[in-house]
């Protein structure tokens, strides 16, 4: 079973078509990047996969989408319980304005985890995870705020680890970052997929050659290719990926 799997999927803001009879599934414990142009349909398409779309007007989807086996806009499905599982790492840091260590025990205390000890025990394990903890162990307490912009973007890294996902998704997580902070970003995507399985999606094609198993080329609102990332930037099967990795447009 694969982690992720859509079939057929069609997005819709009222009539405009936004993504077009899109089919592809994911593999576990891998970094599968999307790549294409500015309004392609990459970032709509990664938000189906924990239905943050739902929140935009006139939002209709067509086709299924499958997370762990289970299709995710069945009736059923709790949204919250999605999103518990499928984490999501968006394009500005965006920490609560609260202290180091309550952005990451927020979410739990929200799931209903209590119990002090176990908090301590998982606020450090996901600052250690997302690779802040020897920077912020001595002041927990301190403002969010107070970190560098890169810091901050790991801590909204600990903060999605802490619940327990098994997929994150990561929509442009470095694009804001300086190069010094990019590449750690890049670094724990690396280490992370160990643990999860990883979408991320990014207009920095360099970024999705380093960190990616496989990547994803959208164009116009379609999938126009997907394989291993190898070979889509070093011998793509459709002129349109060619052109768009050789800088010709987009």
């Known amino acids: 079973m694969k982690p992720i799997e859509a079939k057929n999927v069609n997005v819709f803001y009222g009539d405009n078509h936004v993504l077009k009879d899109v089919s592809l599934s994911?593999?576990?414990n891998t970094v599968t990047a999307f790549i294409g142009p500015s309004g392609c349909g990459k970032s709509?398409?990664?938000r189906t996969l924990n239905r943050m779309n739902d929140y935009i007007e006139n939002f209709r989807k067509e086709g299924k989408v499958w997370i762990n086996g289970k299709e995710i806009y069945d009736r059923s499905v709790r949204v919250e319980d999605l999103r518990r599982k499928?984490?999501?790492v968006f394009q500005n840091p965006n920490p609560f304005p609260k202290s180091i260590y309550e952005n990451v025990a927020y979410g739990l205390r929200i799931h209903g985890v209590d119990d002090?000890?176990?908090?301590?025990?998982?606020?450090?394990?996901?600052?250690?995870?997302?690779?802040?903890?020897?920077?912020?162990?001595?002041?927990l307490n301190k403002s969010a705020f107070s970190l560098s912009g890169g810091q901050q973007q790991r801590l909204c890294i600990a903060r999605t680890l802490?619940?327990?996902p098994s997929i994150i998704l990561?929509?442009?997580p470095a694009s804001a970052l300086d190069p010094i902070s990019t590449a750690k970003i890049e670094e724990l995507i690396a280490e992370l997929k160990e643990k999860y399985t990883i979408v991320i999606v990014t207009?920095?094609?360099?970024?999705a050659a380093r960190v990616s198993d496989r990547t994803a080329f959208f164009y116009?609102?379609?999938l126009v290719e997907y394989d291993k990332t190898s070979i889509i930037f070093t011998n793509p099967s459709r002129k349109q990926t060619e052109n768009y990795i050789s800088g010709r447009f987009g």
């Open 26 to 28: 994911i593999k576990e």
């Open 220 to 222: 116009l609102g379609e």
């Open 116 to 139: 002090k000890r176990e908090i301590n025990e998982r606020v450090e394990k996901s600052l250690k995870q997302a690779a802040l903890w020897s920077e912020v162990k001595d002041k």
């Open 162 to 164: 802490a619940v327990r």
């Open 203 to 207: 207009h920095n094609m360099q970024q």
């Open 44 to 46: 709509t398409f990664l």
């Open 170 to 172: 990561m929509d442009e």
């Open 86 to 88: 499928v984490g999501m």
